[in-house]
């Protein structure tokens, strides 16, 4: 039997907030860590940064701090943008601020669509930032280093995502992440952040994980 493949585009998808809430395990609980982490290090006369903000809905529900500026990047402009922070378009390594100038930078399931040498000299800049006191925020969803519960951890998310999406939608979606997501493993991922500043896990849900990276002590 031949299947014949729809390919899956996250501009075309009507309602891109709702899809993320379905897609990602208690990402309302992540968005809230991710919110009360960043209100403590947002600091005046800075900016706070969103890589790959999407709607922007992030930013735009963030209690903002005073003299803050905060801006979201993406180098797509979906159709629904929310207000309440400055949105760029454009590649993050033209568009963000300088080192001293940055206190929050959010990045939630953004740099696993890089490729490889893109992601190096992004989280190079990111490191520059951090070397200035700024903390980085970060979720990614990632292969678990023990296959076999690698395995069942899928089977079981596929299981939850099937009560909000169709089973064509699921193989459509994942035939299209294969190609384009780049997810490393957990050890991998975590060798990779310690180069950044101090890591601490603070989510985690399957095998979708938020750390903190650097900040103040």
Known sequence: MTHHYKIF????????????????P?????TKIFTGIGCEYAQPESAVIDIGC????????MPKAENCEYIGIDKNKLQ????????KLGDIEDILPEPNNVSVIISMFTLQFLGSGKRKRVLQLIKERINRGAILLIAEKVYLD????????????????????QDQEILDKDTQLAVSMFCKTERELNEEL???GSV???WQSYNFMG?????RK
């Open 146 to 165: 023990n296959t076999i519960i690698q395995t069942l951890i899928h089977r079981m998310h596929v299981q939850e995502k099937r009560t909000n999406f």
């Open 194 to 196: 310690k180069q950044l």
């Open 54 to 61: 999407s709607t922007g809905r992030f930013l735009s529900q």
């Open 9 to 24: 585009n996250f501009k075309a998808i009507e309602d891109f907030d709702k899809h993320i809430e379905l897609s990602i």
């Open 26 to 30: 208690n990402y309302s609980s992540l």
């Open 211 to 215: 750390y903190a990276v650097g900040g």
């Open 80 to 87: 629904k943008i929310h207000s309440g922070f400055d949105f």
């Open 200 to 202: 601490s896990k603070i």
